[in-house]
C-alpha cells in the first residue's frame, strides 16, 4: 500500500519554465489537497478537491493550476514559474473527516 | 476564516523532561478537529493526535496528551518523558465539520530541541 506519492522529490527550474507536480493516493480517498510549505509559514494552502472533477482555490492560489480528472490523481501546474514559487509542496488526500495522509514532498527551485 | 496561532517559534527541553507546545485558534463553528502534526528532518508529515471538538474528554496517545479548552479556544499538546527521537517541528492544524470547507489549515509550527 504506497498511500500519497508524489513525483518528482526534487526539481530546479528556471523563471519563466513551466512543470506539472503529480500526486497520486491509492486509499480510494475523495478529498485530495495541495499545500506549500515555507519556512516561518507553516502549510499553506494552494487548492484542493472535494471529488473527482472538482476543484476549489485555497489560501494561495495565484500562478497555480490544477486537475482532478481521476480520482487517485491530482495535478498542480506552475504555468511560467517564479523565484517566489520556490518551496517545499505537499499534497494530502483524506476519505470524509479522516486525518488526512501527507506525501513525502517535492522540493521545488526556481532559479 | 479560521486562524491558528502557534505564539511559540522554539522550544528546548531536557530528555526525560515533560515540554507543553501552545496553539490557540479562532473559529466560529461549534463543531470541528484539531490535529497536531510532527514533522521531523525526513520531511514526513506525521499524524501525532487528534480531538474532536464535542467530545470533552482530553485526548491521549501514549507520552502525547492534549489540554483542549474551548471556550478559551486553545488546544496545548503535552509531551512526557521526551526522547531524542521527538525532536522535530509540530504543527497544530484546525479542520472544519463541514465537508465542503473541509480542509485542513496549519500554524506556523515550533521547532523543538531535545537536549541529551
Known amino acids: 500500500n504506497a498511500g500519497v506519492t508524489q513525483t518528482p522529490k526534487f526539481r530546479v527550474l528556471k523563471t519563466g519554465q513551466s512543470m506539472t507536480l503529480l500526486c497520486a493516493q491509492d486509499m480510494n480517498h475523495e478529498y485530495m489537497y495541495w499545500y506549500r510549505q515555507d519556512p516561518g509559514m507553516g502549510l499553506r494552502l494552494i487548492h484542493y478537491?472535494?471529488?473527482?472533477?472538482?476543484?476549489a482555490k485555497g489560501e494561495v492560489p495565484d500562478g497555480y493550476n490544477v486537475s482532478r480528472l481521476k480520482k487517485q490523481n491530482f495535478l498542480l501546474g506552475l504555468e511560467s514559474a517564479a523565484p517566489s514559487q520556490t518551496s517545499v509542496y505537499f499534497c494530502?488526500?483524506?476519505?470524509?473527516?479522516?486525518?488526512?495522509?501527507f506525501g513525502n514532498g517535492t522540493r521545488l527551485t526556481v532559479t | 476564516a479560521q486562524t491558528v496561532t502557534q505564539s511559540q517559534p522554539e522550544m528546548s527541553v531536557q530528555e526525560a523532561e515533560t515540554v507543553t507546545l501552545s496553539c490557540t485558534y479562532d473559529t466560529s463553528e461549534s463543531d470541528y478537529y484539531l490535529f497536531w502534526y510532527k514533522q521531523p528532518p525526513s520531511r514526513q508529515m506525521i499524524l501525532v493526535i487528534r480531538?474532536?471538538?464535542?467530545?470533552?474528554q482530553n485526548a491521549t496517545e501514549n507520552r502525547f496528551s492534549v489540554n483542549f479548552q474551548k471556550a478559551a479556544k486553545s488546544f496545548s499538546l503535552k509531551i512526557s518523558d521526551s526522547q531524542l527521537g521527538d525532536a522535530a517541528m509540530y504543527f497544530c492544524?484546525?479542520?472544519?465539520?463541514?465537508?465542503?470547507?473541509?480542509?485542513?489549515?496549519f500554524g506556523k509550527g515550533i521547532t523543538l530541541s531535545v537536549r541529551p
Open positions: 494530502a488526500s483524506s476519505y470524509g473527516y479522516s486525518p488526512l495522509h
Open positions: 478537491s472535494v471529488g473527482e472533477g472538482t476543484t
Open positions: 480531538q474532536e471538538a464535542y467530545k470533552q
Open positions: 492544524a484546525y479542520r472544519s465539520y463541514t465537508g465542503a470547507n473541509s480542509k485542513l489549515t
